[in-house]
């Protein structure tokens, strides 16, 4: 049986869910087999800033059409909570990045090479 609360958290994780699937692609795109740039591969970059806008989008005002059509129930979603949302996702991206430059790429890769 599903509540208006459960469609609610529902609602959350998934908006939330997409920020961390695209911050995690950003972290591992340090590692093998690309260990490139994100730069320099420009279809990945433009896919990660399109992500990243579509879910800015459908976090902090989607159009209602939109929202029914995806079953978002965030209507009654206070503006600063989705202000709190984003930033959480931020600093959850920062925090991702950061551990996969400093552990994988910083300490494990070098390990590797003896």
Avoid at 5 to 15: K, P, V
Avoid at 23 to 37: C, D, G, L, M
């Amino acid at each position: 049986m599903h509540s208006a609360y459960s469609e609610f958290r529902c609602s959350i994780l998934f908006l939330f869910a997409n920020f961390q699937y695209i911050s995690t692609a950003i972290a591992y795109s340090i590692s093998k087999p690309f260990r490139k740039n994100l730069f320099t591969n420009f279809p990945f970059l433009i896919s990660i800033l399109v992500s990243i806008g579509l879910s800015c989008y459908l976090l902090m005002y989607p159009c209602t059409f939109i929202a029914r059509w995806m079953k978002l129930d965030i209507d009654d979603i206070d503006f600063w909570y989705r202000i709190v949302l984003l930033v959480a996702a931020v600093v959850n991206g920062i925090v991702v990045w950061v551990l996969e430059r400093v552990f994988i790429v910083g300490l494990i890769a070098p390990a590797e090479q003896f």
